[in-house]
């Protein structure tokens, strides 16, 4: 038995900074965004009439700094929002290392979160990119879809959550019998 709760320990040590890793990749991959579009009339965006096609939107970049900047706008959401899924991950595995279970109330809370978090990535982001886009860059040929893997994704994080806030209190009834 301790020697299954020193793995799950180590691991969870592992992975909290392994994700901590890639939350901080991703911060300086938003940071730099944000240097692409400080620069963006700087830079040479005239292309031939290329059309970049990214999260549906088929966006022609033709030199158009206000194109440029909306596209990198939309990927520092995401972004955004995937760098916060790693972190709150990250603190779920330090939790699991720290306490030496996962059963706990504050890690149901935190998956939870990220069920939520994953939930808006896919509902809320889709129609506000389309709507940005419509008002500043009317030329945009966009379409909207949903991704039903990343629904059923969230359903099963929900469903963990709920896992682990039955399985809180199993743990907590078996304490008190204890």
Do not use: W
Not at 60 to 72: K, N, S, W
Not at 105 to 133: F, G
């Amino acid at each position: 038995m301790h020697t299954q709760k020193g793995k799950i320990i180590k691991m969870s040590n592992i992975l909290s900074t392994f994700l901590k890793i890639g939350g901080i990749v991703l911060i300086m991959a938003i940071l730099t965004q944000v240097v692409l579009i400080a620069i963006a009339p700087l830079l040479d965006l005239k292309s031939g009439g290329a059309v970049i096609d990214m999260f549906g939107l088929n966006i022609p970049i033709d030199g158009d700094v206000t194109q440029f900047r909306a596209l990198m706008i939309f990927t520092m959401l995401s972004g955004g929002i995937m760098t916060v899924i790693l972190f709150v991950t990250s603190s779920i595995f330090k939790d699991i290392s720290r306490e030496g279970t996962p059963f706990t109330k504050k890690n149901s809370n935190k998956i939870r979160t990220i069920s939520l978090l994953l939930i808006a990535n896919e509902i809320i982001m889709p129609p506000l990119r389309l709507l940005v886009l419509m008002i500043f860059v009317p030329a945009v040929e966009a379409t909207s879809s949903i991704n039903l893997g990343i629904i059923v994704a969230t359903a099963v994080f929900f469903c963990l959550a709920l896992i682990f806030e039955y399985g809180c209190l199993l743990q907590q009834e078996s304490d008190e019998t204890l």
